[in-house]
């Protein structure tokens, strides 16, 4: 009795903890000069005060103005371990769409039913809360780890990441080559695969490449009344249109081809047939995954989305330059040069100018197999037992892609629940989690500590 209420009052002050970091709007912006700096130093204050004994036993340093790294000593130096999150967040610059203030961190229903509302419970305090919630519990009951263990925790991830990379580089100085890396990425999901019922714990081996793409359009202006037949902005629509209807090639990488039969394993019998055969039956099951979501289609293939398009500041005046960027997402067999390649001939106009801003190469791929994947499928599997764990390949871009310099063994998981719902929010209205699966987060990170 005495342990069950233990837990329970854990579990009781660990949502007032995460109630308490979501209530502080540490929004990241690309113009570093618009950020609200005091934020940030309240949260990094807010930690000190609510993990005490991670502050006391943890050696703390701050990097890079405010990104975290602790270290927690453990009994041998080497084959050191990093857990990582990031504590800033998107914007919520629609407050009045939401069913609740983004930053009042609201609680409804009760029990299984609970549900934190606010802008970062997914993305991504609520996993450097359940870090901080795992460790500050185990050096309470005295826990030593065998192994240094390092708590990474990001403050630019939305936007520049050089928090990370100063990190890596601290920890490169240290000669830390961590044996296991740990980000966000993946998550226990359903409904992935067509007549698999069970959850998926996905885990990502790898992440696409990324790079903002320009496309500009300069010539000459003069007033709306007498427009040229090609305008600058006519020629950037039409460059656009060219673009959206030349799609990038799709193929199945190797860690596609894992998750399919892994997954696919455990869906209904004739689906079973095709899913386990991928070799044999690759180009329906392209076809199939091109068509079947919006997620689906971008594991298959680099994609592209126009984010932004500035033209005229006069409605009376034609645009003398027209820019439109586009957002690419890289597949893990291609590259930078060859996502700019297929954007030019898909254009085919000399007159509009490619140019790629901040790119990344896609990350090498981590092994689905070793002492590092079991340590993370083990641990998923003694919180998650239903779930079916599988590689994949996170589509989006996370500080972890920094970490592969220092690490081939670098994974992205979150160790929560995440409905179609839920993963919709994500830099959405209405971000939220369950209350439960917060919990069953902090008992995958002691998990994972204690087999480290």
């Known amino acids: 009795m005495e342990d069950e209420a233990t837990e329970r009052h854990d579990d009781a002050t660990a949502l007032e903890h ?6 502080i709007p540490t ?3 690309l113009d570093e000069s618009s950020i609200d700096w005091a934020r940030f130093d309240e949260f990094i ?11 006391r036993e943890l050696v703390v340093d701050v990097v890079d103005g405010h990104a975290l790294l602790m270290r927690w000593a453990g009994k041998r130096p080497e084959r050191e371990a ?10 919520a610059d629609d407050p009045e769409a939401w069913t609740h203030p983004p930053f009042d961190a609201v609680v409804t229903g009760a029990g299984a039913d609970a549900i934190v509302w606010g802008r970062g419970t997914l993305d991504d305090k609520g996993a450097v809360a359940a870090i901080l919630e795992a460790v500050e519990q185990l050096l309470r009951a005295g826990f030593v780890p065998e192994h240094d263990v390092y708590l990474s925790f990001g403050h630019n991830e939305e936007t520049a990441g050089s928090g990370a990379a100063s990190l890596v580089a601290e920890l490169s100085s240290r000669g830390v080559s961590p044996r296991l890396v740990l980000d966000e990425g993946g998550a226990v ?9 069970r959850p998926s714990a996905v885990v990502g081996v790898s992440e696409k490449g990324m790079a903002n793409i320009s496309l500009t359009v300069e010539q000459s202006g003069g007033h709306a009344s007498t427009p040229p037949r090609m305008t ?11 673009l959206n209807a030349r799609r990038f090639p799709a193929s199945f990488t190797a860690p596609n081809i894992e998750m399919i039969r892994t997954i696919g394993a455990h869906s209904t019998p004739l689906l079973r047939f095709v899913f386990t055969r991928v070799d044999t039956f690759r180009r329906p099951l392209l076809a199939l995954f091109a068509r079947l979501s919006d997620e689906t289609n971008a ?4 994609t592209a989305a126009v984010t932004q398009l500035r033209a005229s500041d006069s409605a009376n005046a034609l645009a003398e330059r027209a820019v439109a960027v586009v957002n690419t997402r890289i597949a893990i067999d291609s590259s930078v040069d060859e996502t700019l390649g297929h954007i030019r001939r898909a254009i085919h106009d000399p007159l509009v100018v490619v140019a790629a801003s901040t790119p990344s190469e896609p990350s090498p791929v981590s092994p689905s197999s070793g002492e590092a994947w079991q340590l993370v499928s083990e641990s998923i599997s003694a919180v998650y037992p239903r779930a079916i764990v599988s590689p994949y390949v996170m589509l989006g871009a996370s500080d972890a892609r920094h970490f592969t310099t220092i690490s081939p063994f670098v994974y992205r998981f979150t160790p929560f629940e995440m409905s179609s719902d839920e993963r919709a929010t994500l830099h959405a209205i209405d971000e939220r989690m369950h209350v439960a699966t917060f919990l ?4 995958f990170y002691r998990t994972l500590i204690e087999r480290l």
């Open 18 to 23: 995460l109630r308490t970091l979501l209530r």
């Open 27 to 29: 929004v990241s912006r």
């Open 45 to 55: 204050g807010a930690l000190e005060k609510l993990y005490p004994l991670v502050h």
């Open 82 to 91: 990093v857990l990582m999150a990031h504590y800033d967040v998107v914007a």
């Open 189 to 197: 999901i359903e409904n992935v695969f067509p007549g698999v019922r």
């Open 232 to 242: 600058a902005t006519t020629r950037l629509a039409r460059a656009l249109v060219r």
């Open 299 to 302: 594991m298959v293939r680099t």
């Open 440 to 443: 069953s987060g902090i008992r």
